[in-house]
Nanobody, 123 residues
Framework: VQLQASGGGSVQAGGSLTLSCAAS????????MAWFRQTSGKDYEFVAA????????YYSDSVKGRFTLSRDLAKDTMYLQMSSLKPEDTAVYYC?????????????????WGQGTQVTVSS
C-alpha cells in the first residue's frame, strides 16, 4: 500500500489549504485514514481521522471547527481542508492508513504512512 500526500504550501494566517492523500488501494487494510503533523524535534501530533465509509470523523481539539475531512471514492483520495490557518499549524503533515478498526489518535494504529508535505503559515 502506498500513500501519496500533496497540497502543502505557504499561506498567510487566516488562509486556507487543502491537503490530499491518495491511496494505492482502498481495502480493509486502509479503512481508516488519518492526518498527523510534526514540527522539528517533536513527536507526531494527531490532527484528524476518518473512514472510507464516511460515517465517522475525529478531530483534535486544536483543529476542530477549522479543518474538515472529505473523500473521493472514485480517486481513492482523502482530503484535509484547512481553513482559518494559524502560525501554530505550521508543520510537516503526514497521512496514514490502517484498519479495520476504530478511529484513533495513536500512531501505532496506522500501518501505512505517506511522505510528508510541508505547511507553513506566516503571521
Amino acid at each position: 500500500v502506498q500513500l501519496q500526500a500533496s497540497g502543502g504550501g505557504s499561506v498567510q494566517a487566516g488562509g486556507s489549504l487543502t491537503l490530499s492523500c491518495a491511496a494505492s488501494e482502498r481495502t480493509h487494510k486502509t479503512f481508516i485514514m488519518a492526518w498527523f503533523r510534526q514540527t522539528s524535534g517533536k513527536d507526531y501530533e494527531f490532527v484528524a481521522a476518518g473512514n472510507w465509509r464516511g460515517d465517522a470523523t475525529y478531530y483534535s481539539d486544536s483543529v476542530k471547527g477549522r479543518f474538515t475531512l472529505s473523500r473521493d471514492l472514485a480517486k481513492d483520495t482523502m482530503y484535509l481542508q484547512m481553513s482559518s490557518l494559524k502560525p501554530e499549524d505550521t508543520a510537516v503533515y503526514y497521512c496514514a492508513a490502517g484498519g479495520p478498526g476504530s478511529l484513533s489518535e495513536i500512531t501505532t494504529t496506522y500501518t501505512y504512512w505517506g511522505q510528508g508535505t510541508q505547511v507553513t503559515v506566516s503571521s
